[in-house]
């Protein structure tokens, strides 16, 4: 699946895409679940920067500093909790048959990081991102800007659970991008699948979030639309939270640039690129979250890292907005646009 979106009116964003990448989902919209994936067309530098409480990753620590490995071939986002790690397989099958790869000199393997989030409660729980997958995302592959909302790793994701499924909401995967300065441009995909609310980072407004539940015939959370998050947490102090709560979540996601970059200034980029969830989703990094960040960078336009940080998080939860804006009622769950 893939597709033209529009963005919000905001002069600081763009329809074009960050050179270098192309961008394919696959899914299965019964079963609502499906992965991403992002291929660097002539490899990329790679970091990562994992918040989370509750992560679900694969090949993160090759992408640290004092590793041998600089560049990645690929990043996987899925669906599927750590079963749909499976669908990194199905990547790299794609790559070796196009001889992509770190080179060992008897073969090539891809570099391929891949990171889940937890969508078994929508849907079919016994169907996940596979092999197949994997394969077919890559062929899906375009530099086109991404569909949105509820597609690929976005399919199954939801919002605002501090009451459970029952007050949750339809969220999906949204994607940003910007141009800091002529020809050098900073993007973010993002899968929205967070245990908080969603708010406007313009202005605080929730945008997607926890609803009123009833329990025992009693309403919880006020009349609504919306319950507030954090209000219901202040409420819960002094208890397990987990007795509440869901532990179903995890946002996750890829910056991508065709920035010149190291690999320690690809890992501070991911690491100031997390101030964007903290921007658009209250609260983030939870112990319920498995929050987690990837870099890749082209190695095409040389800039100042301080410079491209800085904007990272406005391109990150611009996207977390479009990807609720995006996203449609299914599994039962209302979205923004159905309210």
């Known amino acids: 699946m893939t597709g033209q979106q529009s963005l919000p009116n905001n002069d600081l964003f763009c329809l074009d895409c960050v050179p270098g990448f192309r961008i394919g989902h696959a899914h299965n919209l019964d079963a609502l679940t499906g992965c991403t994936v992002i291929i660097a067309e002539d490899s990329a530098v790679g970091g990562v920067d994992q918040r989370g409480g509750s992560p679900g990753t694969r090949e993160t620590d090759l992408l640290r500093?004092?590793?041998l490995v600089e560049k990645v071939n690929a990043v996987l986002l899925t669906g599927g909790s750590a079963f749909g790690l499976n669908a990194a397989a199905g990547v790299m099958q794609y790559l070796e048959e196009r001889k992509l790869g770190f080179n060992t000199g008897v073969a090539r393997v891809p570099i391929v990081p891949a990171a889940v989030l937890f969508d078994l409660a929508l849907?079919?729980?016994?169907?996940?991102?596979?092999h197949e997958m994997g394969y077919q995302a890559c062929l899906n592959a375009v530099a086109g800007y991404p569909a949105q909302g509820n597609?690929?790793?976005g399919c199954g994701a939801s919002v605002g659970k501090v009451y459970g499924m029952a007050g949750a909401m339809k969220s999906g995967i949204g994607y940003a991008a910007m141009e800091i300065t002529p020809g050098l441009f900073v993007g973010a995909i993002i899968a929205v699948n967070t245990f908080g609310d969603v708010v406007d980072f313009r202005n605080g407004e929730i945008i997607a979030g926890a609803r009123p539940v009833k329990k025992a015939g009693i309403t919880l959370g006020g009349k609504g639309p919306f319950v507030n998050t954090l209000d219901v947490m202040r409420t819960m102090a002094g208890k397990a939270i987990m007795k509440f709560a869901t532990s179903q979540n995890t946002t996750i996601g890829a910056i991508l640039t065709n920035a010149r970059l190291t690999?320690?200034?690809?890992?501070?980029?991911a690491q100031m690129a997390q101030n964007g969830l903290a921007l658009a989703l209250r609260p983030a990094h939870t112990m319920l979250d498995g929050d987690t960040l990837f870099t890749m960078a082209s190695?095409?336009?040389a800039i100042d890292v301080n410079i491209i940080g800085s904007f990272a998080p406005l391109v990150?939860?611009?996207a977390i907005l479009n990807a609720v804006k995006s996203a449609e009622f299914a599994g039962g769950l209302p979205a923004a646009n159905s309210l």
């Not at 849907?123 to 596979?130: A, K, L, Q, V």
């Open 65 to 67: 500093p004092l590793h």
């Open 123 to 130: 849907g079919e729980p016994g169907i996940r991102p596979d």
């Open 151 to 153: 597609a690929g790793a």
């Open 263 to 269: 690999k320690e200034e690809a890992n501070k980029l």
């Open 299 to 301: 190695g095409k336009k």
């Open 316 to 318: 990150v939860a611009q």
